[in-house]
């Protein structure tokens, strides 16, 4: 039995742990005493069940102030839902109540008998002592656990009966929860989500905290944990990497559990939407577009007196008719197709949130020439070519967007156009008409006073206080909050004071460097509706699909061997194979 090379593929104990043949045997014995199945290498046993979580009466309250309360919804499996609230509503809070985190102030949260919960965590400096894959393997705690103590048995010198028989259960569970399989797999993870094969064994102290988000990603989602919790998952990420993250959950059939700002994710994964609004959690089918669009159709319909109760209903059931039409026309993934079979016109109810007044208008009409770049290189401070012999000349009215794998040389030249930058080699012209307003990556600088929102404000735009405070309230800051020091705002807060002060400027041509990073859904989408309008040039940088997708018409990539320029939407540059094959070229 033990030269046999079939039975040999599955237990390579001797081979890994050089244990002695005595032990190995007892190990066989046992499993061929207890009629055990042989599992192949790619044997995997998941279970599922109908209701994998279920919150009954929960009650969240910090202080004086309730969250919401008498919370009642079961979470099944085969459905991702996509968790969606204002700022400060509680979306993050429910995440830790669920997973045990945050004890509530009443109620319970049960998973189904046996199930496994999987978090997404936000601490990457957690497991700074153990390497890359290890930390990974950890994501899966029976499986992992399994291997300490395996690794402890075969340590010893001598093992006893006692020994040989702990060490077959050990080999038998470790085999169901597919453990020699296990660093492959983890590999295949990281592989997918950009952290590359030569960082797979380093401490996780020595890799960026770029990779390290995608390695706590991986860790999540390694094993097929029965329930998934994720926050915030496509931080950091890469389009591309979005893209792969998409695709991979939407075909999960296990439940998870998202938080997201990105629209685009939430609608090609959730096939149901948890909205915490009115202090309540309700759970209603459909992605975020459907709850946006029938939010705002219910809320006009609620202000029209005029209207009677059966043509509101006619006009829901038309809007579901024509939602699910175009959902049907889009690139297919299970989760969509979950999404129409459950959508229902009597969960469409207004909503109490509310959305930032961004208006960008210009003071001149730009000329024909907008901007002429020729022969641009950047090169970074370790020497790494960012990009090189960059040419362009962009168009009036146009809106392009600027990718690349490396997201330094957006920011390089955006940096380098606004003069703040000197480039390693090429030039670059604007038109003697054109004016711009710049929303940079890294806003630290400008919030380094002790002025108040208002005085901060004046600074950059003519007008007096009640002006500026005007400017201020339209970006939801409350008459109290324009009296706060800039140096204590959140990140969230800094950004809008930015966007308030870019309206000042009255610009005819935009640059935006990667503009919904600290936003809200709120913020991003009342952001995304004005530059679709917006009758000037805007340049810009995005990790957000949605906002690609529906502002730009022209796109341009960089890269370290020259450019891509295409003038196209953005869903028909990713899937386009000549140009996936151009891209390899160029950065190969």
Not at 90 to 102: D, H, M, N, P, V
Not at 337 to 360: A, D, Q
Not at 541 to 564: C, M, Q, W, Y
Request: proline share 2%.
């Amino acid at each position: 039995a033990i030269k046999d090379s079939t039975f040999l593929s599955n237990y390579q104990i001797r081979r890994r742990y050089n244990i002695n043949r005595a032990s190995f045997l007892a190990s066989f014995i046992l499993f061929v005493k207890e009629k055990v199945v042989p599992l192949q290498p790619n044997y995997n046993i998941i279970r599922y069940k109908e209701d994998m979580i279920t919150v009954t009466n929960l009650a969240i309250q910090f202080g004086k102030k309730t969250l919401y309360k008498d919370v009642n919804l079961k979470f099944t499996s085969g459905n991702i839902y996509g968790i969606i609230g204002a700022n400060g509503a509680g979306k993050s809070t429910l995440l830790r109540a669920i997973s045990g985190e945050l004890e509530p102030n009443r109620g319970s949260v049960e998973l189904a008998p046996g199930e496994r919960l999987s978090v997404l965590e936000q601490d990457h400096f957690k497991y700074d002592e153990f390497t890359v894959m290890d930390t990974v393997l950890m994501g899966h705690q029976p499986l992992w656990k399994n291997m300490k103590e395996r690794e402890a048995l075969y340590a010893k010198e001598e093992m006893t009966e006692e020994d040989g028989n702990k060490a077959a259960e050990l080999e038998m569970a470790f085999a169901e929860m597919n453990g020699w399989e296990a660093e492959s797999e983890a590999a295949q993870l990281l592989q997918n989500l950009g952290v590359q094969e030569e960082q797979h064994y380093k401490q996780m102290a020595e890799i960026s905290n770029n990779e390290k988000v995608r390695v706590m990603l991986a860790k999540a989602l390694f094993g097929h944990p029965d329930n998934l919790l994720l926050d915030e998952p496509t931080n950091d990420l890469d389009l591309d990497t979005v893209q792969w993250l998409e695709e991979y959950l939407s075909n999960l059939e296990q439940c998870v559990l998202v938080v997201s700002h990105d629209r685009h994710f939430l609608d090609a994964v959730s096939t149901q939407t948890v909205d915490i609004d009115f202090g309540k959690v309700t759970l209603f089918s459909g992605n975020y577009s459907f709850w946006y669009e029938s939010s705002q159709l219910a809320l006009r319909q609620a202000q029209n007196q005029k209207m009677k109760a059966e043509e509101k209903r006619k006009q829901l059931e038309e809007f579901i008719r024509r939602f699910s039409a175009n959902v049907a026309k889009s690139k297919q993934t299970t989760s969509r197709k979950k999404m129409l079979e459950k959508l229902n016109v009597e969960e469409i109810t207004p909503s109490t949130r509310k959305y930032p007044g961004i208006i960008f208008s210009m003071e001149r009409e730009p000329g024909t020439q907008i901007l002429e770049v020729e022969g641009l290189k950047a090169v970074d401070a370790d020497g790494t070519v960012l990009f090189d012999n960059v040419n362009f000349t962009i168009e009036k009215g146009q809106k392009t967007v600027f990718l690349s794998h490396n997201p330094k040389a957006m920011t390089a030249l955006f940096e380098i156009i606004n003069g703040n930058r000197t480039a390693d080699a090429g030039t670059y012209k604007w038109g003697v008409t054109i004016t711009t307003a710049y929303l940079p990556l890294d806003n630290t600088a400008f919030f380094q006073s002790e002025l108040n929102l208002v005085d901060w404000l004046s600074q950059y735009g003519t007008g007096n206080e009640v002006m500026m405070k005007s400017f201020l309230g339209r970006m939801l800051f409350k008459e109290e909050d324009v009296l706060k020091h800039v140096n204590v705002l959140s990140g969230g807060e800094k950004m809008r004071c930015m966007i308030a002060r870019m309206q000042l400027k009255n610009a005819n041509c935009l640059i935006l460097d990667t503009p919904t990073n600290h936003l809200d859904l709120e913020s991003i989408q009342a952001f995304n509706n004005n530059l679709i309008g917006f009758k000037g040039n805007i340049l810009f940088a995005s990790h957000d699909h949605e906002f690609i997708n529906t502002v730009a018409d022209r796109i341009i990539e960089l890269t370290p061997k020259g450019t891509i320029d295409k003038l196209m939407t953005y869903d028909d540059y990713i899937y386009d194979e000549a140009i996936k094959e151009k891209k390899a070229e160029l950065y190969s």
